[in-house]
């Protein structure tokens, strides 16, 4: 089968590119080893309600994902978060809010923070210090837990860069790039010389953009209702899921044969598929480049969704959920509550919780079976919770390798990425082991991939 464009991979990188490459009239074809569309978005329906099992919103501040839906027709399905609009934090067994008008928890005003009890005393007094705290001068990439010990103390590190910007990406905070993760916080510390200082005078034009929805969007239906739709406007008969790239021959055009024999043949390559794939890909095509792609590691996670009847949990469930600090030793990572989050997601008689197990805290979890998984997570859940009873369904989704992890030195590595692109024309990688983790940056950098190419290929033909 000959394409203009073959694409390696259909989570949400590579349908956003191959969406990218039909609307611009580009043939391509979608290969993927796995039996469904997706990747780590995937939703379902149980007794009337919806379970995302993986990432389950849209960051508002990043708009190239809800832009996608607009453009597909969801728009109307886009919902936003329930208020309240409270994430919390555990410390000593109890659940405690993140201070009102806080950015990834750093404070932009002194009132919550003051009345917070999440950190103690010397620990307030010691984030408040954060304005005489001189900024760093050098160009040097530093770890997220580096960067929020250096300018607020241990304690911050401990209660609000590991569990919530470390827990984003189930990751290590003292490995995950500052740079390539949070480049905003290293951009506000160079221009302003102090995060509260210039998170407080961007709080008003953050709160203009955000307007009266929160952060999050989602959609009704759960994200999958995304994936469908990207399958249809690609169009199904060119998407094959269970083919499995086994091999990659010729440089342009470039030559894919799957592992039950078939044989695909494109101008154009897009490698949109997890890094340690990519790079099985190329090691006998390029050594070199493969080495740089194996390079990126990836942590494994399990979620647990539990479904219980509302009147069995005491908690007010009144927010989004909350995260668990390392220090905690609770055996999760955090606990979100479904139900209190989106609307139409379970009937109000019903609490749908679901908690996060694994990462680079935990990185054997998923050797465990869904029966201990789903012990560990109620026994974090019911004294937090005060859950009576047992839940009326559970269900254990595992995530293999699926959580990139962008640590220290990334973009070093993405640039000499793209130096060895330079050498094979017709090649390129998108996904969420190179440029761009969250959903939202995948699709945005997946997109111009697409045009990316597109404009390759003009160019080919213009000039062969």
């Not at 990218?20 to 796995?34: I, K």
């Not at 949070?182 to 221009?191: G, L, S, Y």
């Not at 099985?280 to 942590?299: F, H, I, M």
């Not at 680079?360 to 979890?365: E, G, I, L, T, V």
């Amino acid at each position: 089968m000959r394409v203009d464009t073959i694409v390696v991979g259909a989570g949400i990188a590579g349908l956003a590119a191959a969406y990218e490459l039909s609307r611009r009239q580009t043939s391509v074809v979608v290969l993927d080893a796995a039996s469904r569309t997706g990747g780590v978005i995937f939703s379902e329906e149980i007794d009337g309600i919806t379970i995302d099992a993986g990432p389950d919103s849209l960051l508002i501040q990043k708009p190239a994902a809800i832009d996608l839906c607009k453009e597909l027709g969801l728009g109307e399905r886009l919902v936003v978060t329930k208020p309240p609009r409270l994430a919390f934090v555990q410390r000593k067994g109890r659940l405690h809010a993140l201070p009102a008008a806080s950015v990834l928890g750093i404070p932009t005003r002194v009132g919550p923070f003051v009345r917070t009890r999440l950190f103690s005393i010397a620990g307030k007094l010691r984030m408040g210090a954060e304005i005489f705290v001189p900024k760093r001068t050098d160009d040097e990439d530093e770890s997220i837990g580096a960067f929020i010990t250096r300018r607020f103390g241990r304690e911050a590190t401990d209660y609000l860069a590991e569990p919530l910007l470390a827990g984003i990406h189930a990751g290590d905070v003292d490995r995950l790039s500052l740079q390539s993760l949070f480049p905003r916080f290293r951009k506000v510390e160079q221009e302003y010389g102090s995060l509260l200082r210039g998170f407080r005078r961007q709080a008003a034009d953050d709160a203009r953009k955000r307007g009266t929805d929160g952060a999050f969007k989602s959609l009704h239906g759960g994200l999958t209702t995304l994936v469908r739709a990207l399958e249809g406007a690609i169009g199904r008969e060119k998407i094959l899921t269970g083919s499995s790239a086994a091999a990659l021959d010729g440089r342009g055009p470039f030559c894919v044969r799957t592992a039950d024999g078939r044989t695909f043949e494109g101008r154009a390559i897009v490698l949109a598929a997890p890094a340690y794939q990519t790079a099985a890909l190329l090691r006998d095509w390029d050594p070199a480049l493969a080495e740089l792609c194996a390079g990126v590691r990836y942590t494994s996670i399990a979620t647990v969704a539990l479904a219980f009847p509302r009147s069995a949990v005491s908690h007010p469930l009144n927010g989004s959920g909350f995260v668990v600090p390392r220090v905690e030793r609770s055996g999760i990572l955090a606990g979100s509550w479904l139900s209190s989050k989106w609307p139409d997601r379970a009937p109000e008689d019903v609490a749908l919780l679901r908690t996060f197990i694994g990462g680079a805290r935990d990185p054997d979890a998923l050797s465990r079976s869904d029966d201990d998984l789903r012990t560990l997570s109620l026994n974090a859940l019911r004294p937090l919770l005060g859950i009576s009873g047992e839940p009326r369904f559970t269900r254990v989704y595992r995530w293999d390798r699926a959580n990139a992890q962008h640590e220290v030195g990334h973009l070093a590595r993405m640039q000499a990425i793209d130096r060895a692109l330079t050498a094979h024309a017709g090649m390129f990688v998108t996904g969420s082991g190179f440029r761009g983790v969250g959903i939202p940056d995948c699709v945005d950098d997946a997109r111009r991939t697409g045009r990316q190419v597109v404009h390759w290929l003009a160019n080919t033909s213009a000039t062969g």
